[in-house]
Structures are given as structure tokens and as C-alpha cells.
């Protein structure tokens, strides 16, 4: 990389994404042209996919490097780290599109040297046939998502999304766990001294979630997550803040508010059965796991 430029690299983990890699790749490149890093590394980890992911990743100029094994996104994510010299590392989901802006915007957030992590903000995008419930339920979990990071400060929950940038030196600090997902690597780079902050300018686009089945997978999974960043591996959201987000989503989208909370306590009645189990399936690319039970269509 020339003198001057950004030292970056982009990870993305990738199964299967085949018809969809070529988008997030091109959105990628329009983004690192714009921050004026067009040398930068793009870096796709292949995890044992049966389609032609790998070849699409080489047809678009991008890094394919292929697991001997299906070990999930985030091995996916240490093995790229591991491939790269960067000392700025950016994560993007393969079924994204990040803004042109995005990378720009995540770079100035690493102006004083003290931050270790930017957090991006996830926007879903329409187009998709879904159910109106789940496609309204989708809508509010975004807006509340944003209305939350945008009122705390040096939290490890504001990296929670489809994109993140990590200083290298903030990333090793997360070598002491056997989860590296985007909490864990917050919490543990603030253990180490490392400060988090948000970028809302930092934009990436992604298709939300649009049957029950999609819903309740994502939801068996995050309560999964929860469960693992229980005791000291995660900071408490503070009510107050939670709150506040809660009651200016609501302004702002009562109708998808309404729709939330009604699938929401579908999904509890179900967890409180027994019907749910969330130990299966977490670190699984599809977003249904066959292993869950899938009683409504």
C-alpha cells in the first residue's frame, strides 16, 4: 500500500453467498475508492461453501482463502485477521452493502488514537415479499437499535451490527475467549483500555429478516448470545438509556412498535415451553436452522 493511504484490511466471512457476494463486493470497493483507499486488502474467508463463493471473491479483485473445515463466521473472522498485515481491521457481513460513505466515515471515527472500535449503523432495505408482521417487527428492531447506540458512550454494545472497524492492537486483546463475536471483541478491547464510539454516518444496508421461522431463529440465537456474555464478559445496558430509545422508537414507528412486541411474546411464550432451544444451531451460517423446530410457516 502506498505511502500515506489508510492501512486497512476488509474481512468478510462468507458461506453460500455465491448471488450475493458480488454486490457486497462492489459496494466495497465504491467505499474504500471514496476514502481513498483503493489498495486496501479485501479479504473473503471462504467456510467450506458449496456454490461458487470463492470464485466470485477472486472474480472481483478480493482475497479468497477457503476453510479446510465448516468452523462458522467467527473463526471465519480470526482466520482473515490472521491473513492480514492491517492495523485497521473492517468487518462487513457478505449480504451487505455498505455506503459509499461508510468506510470514510469509520475512519474518522479512529482520529484520537485512545478508540479502538467504530461501530456503523445497520439500515435494512425494502424490496423483499415478507410478512407484514415480521417485516414491521424488523423495521422497529432497527430504529431501536440506532436510537440505543446513539445514547451511549464507550459501551460494548454499540458494535453490535453488520459492520465494525478494529484497531489490530484492539483486537488482540480479545485472545482470551473462545467467542469472538462483536460484544466480546468491545468488551474485552475496553478491559484493555480501548474506547468504542458510534458513526452513524458509517451506513450498511441489509435484508432484514421475513417469515416467523428467519424471526425465530435469530431470536433462539440471540438469547444463545446472551446467555455465553452473561457474568463479566458484558456491560448492562442502562435501563434509563433503553428507555428513552424505547419511547423515541415508538414515536417514530408506532405501528412497527405494536407488531414487535406482539412477536415478541410469540417468541417467549414459546422459550417458556420449551418449544425453543437456543444451544442449537448459534454459530450456524443458515439463518433456519434445521436443528430448530419450525412450526409455523
Known amino acids: ?21 458480488g454486490g457486497c463486493l462492489d459496494s466495497v470497493r465504491r467505499a474504500l475508492e471514496y476514502a481513498g483507499a483503493a489498495e486496501a486488502e479485501v479479504i473473503v474467508v471462504d467456510d467450506l461453501s458449496t456454490d461458487k463463493t470463492s470464485d466470485v471473491a477472486r472474480a472481483h479483485g478480493a482475497t479468497a482463502i477457503r476453510q479446510g473445515r465448516r ?16 492495523s485497521l481491521l473492517f468487518f462487513v457481513d457478505a449480504d451487505c452493502r455498505v455506503d459509499e460513505h461508510a468506510f470514510s466515515a469509520l475512519l474518522r471515527g479512529f482520529a484520537r488514537p ?17 410478512n407484514p408482521l415480521v ?7 432497527a430504529v431501536m437499535l440506532h436510537e440505543v447506540k446513539s445514547r451511549l458512550f464507550n459501551h460494548d454494545f454499540l458494535p453490535i451490527g453488520r459492520l465494525m472497524a478494529v484497531r489490530r492492537a484492539a483486537w488482540l486483546s480479545h485472545t482470551d475467549h473462545q467467542w ?14 480501548w474506547e468504542i464510539v458510534y458513526r452513524p454516518g458509517a451506513v450498511v444496508y441489509y435484508q432484514p429478516v421475513g417469515t416467523y421461522d428467519e424471526l ?25 438509556v433503553v428507555g428513552r430509545a424505547a419511547s423515541a422508537s415508538m414515536r417514530r414507528r408506532p405501528l412497527s412498535a405494536a407488531a414487535w412486541l406482539a412477536l415478541r411474546m410469540c417468541l417467549r411464550a414459546e422459550r417458556s415451553a420449551g418449544l425453543m432451544r437456543p444451544d442449537e444451531g448459534y454459530a450456524q451460517w ?12
Open 1 to 21: 500500500m502506498r505511502t500515506g493511504l489508510p492501512d486497512l484490511a476488509v474481512i468478510i466471512p462468507a458461506r453460500n453467498e455465491g448471488t450475493r457476494l
Open 71 to 86: 468452523l462458522g463466521p467467527l473463526a471465519a473472522w480470526s482466520l482473515g485477521v490472521a491473513r492480514s498485515s492491517a
Open 114 to 130: 485512545a478508540v479502538g472500535l467504530v461501530a456503523a449503523r445497520s439500515e435494512p432495505v425494502s424490496g423483499r415479499s415478507v
Open 135 to 141: 417485516g414491521r417487527s424488523a423495521a422497529f428492531s
Open 180 to 193: 469472538p463475536c462483536d460484544r466480546i471483541v468491545a468488551s474485552r478491547a475496553k478491559a484493555a483500555g
Open 216 to 240: 425465530r431463529s435469530d431470536y433462539a440465537r440471540t438469547v444463545f448470545a446472551q446467555s455465553q456474555l452473561a457474568g463479566n464478559w458484558a456491560e448492562p445496558l442502562p435501563w434509563k
Open 286 to 297: 443458515d439463518r433456519v436452522a434445521h436443528s430448530l423446530p419450525t412450526s409455523r410457516a
